[in-house]
């Protein structure tokens, strides 16, 4: 039986295969623009974000995209690929931040951080004054604001999204975080984490399978994670809120992208997240689940599953319909 990894060795896996991706897709493309940038946070410290840009003039769409990785590894790098692949398909500017990582730092902190990166995100002049202004590049949020992610970073997007409204409605988890700058206009989130058994509204039981069906031989990692969490706590899912309250729906970003893999242990997170967001007036879903997947999205390690034709096109296909653009099928798919 192989033994159990500790949280370093899994971080230590997790950064050999984000160097091996980052050598598979090679240096950036001559029609874009990189950089690492440290993004400012209230408590003093900062947040290492990657940001990448297309080589034009005219002003771009905002997509905030984060890593998964568990709330406990991984880094921007993990998802290099497809901010590479949205900036070069519509034309807009990708920030990636790093998700800051338990058990380092307690809960909810990775997920306030997120928010607080987020916020600083969504005033323009912070990103066209710094990093793109001597790339003579502009980010117009009023274009295009997408907040986005993959697996616990997919789980922070969807949270993200109900910040607003939950702000508006009063609810006292939320006191003294920033607000925001402009208004998010789209949330995309894939394989996302988040229902555990203990926090899972009634209604819900009867679809919530996949962690029996799908169980994972080693689901330590998981484990792990969810009993360093407040599961009960609108931070760790949008789900834990009143839907009564309406300002909620009033003030949730309009469209949601969402997907799951049919072989993943949280397939039914996706379901159920996306029968939850069916209530909120107002607010589009478009939600599949990907037969014959499992834990898997566009990444940049190189592994099979991460770069195939099917897993670009929906990750394409859900981007371009919360930016309201549609992209050329005719031509190649990104790295």
Known sequence: MASKQSIQERRQVMAKAEAEGLEYIGPCPSHLGEAWIDIPLPDGQTNRTKVVWPKSSAPCPLVIYYHGGGLSRCSPDLVLAPARGFATMFSCVVACPTLNQLPDQAFPGPLRNAWEVCAWLSDAKNLNDGVLKDARVSVDPGRGFVVGGISSGGAAAAVIGTIPGAISAGFEDFVGVT???????????????????????????????????????????????????????PWFSPIN???????????????VFIYGGQLDEFRDDSTIYAKWLSQLEGVQVRASVLEGEGHMGWLTPPWPASHTRRIKETTLDGMGWLLNLEWDRNQDLPI
Not at 186 to 210: C, H, K, N
Not at 212 to 232: G, P, Q, Y
């Open 179 to 233: 607000p925001l700058q402009s208004i998010i206009t789209g949330i995309f989130a894939g394989i996302p984490f988040l229902v555990t058994e203990a926090m899972l509204p009634a209604q819900y039981r009867d679809i919530f399978r996949s962690r029996d069906e799908n169980k994972v031989a080693d689901d330590t990692a998981r484990l792990e994670i969810e009993s360093r969490l407040d599961v009960h706590s």
């Open 241 to 255: 809120l009143n839907l009564s309250e309406f300002k909620i729906a009033r003030n949730h970003p309009p469209k």
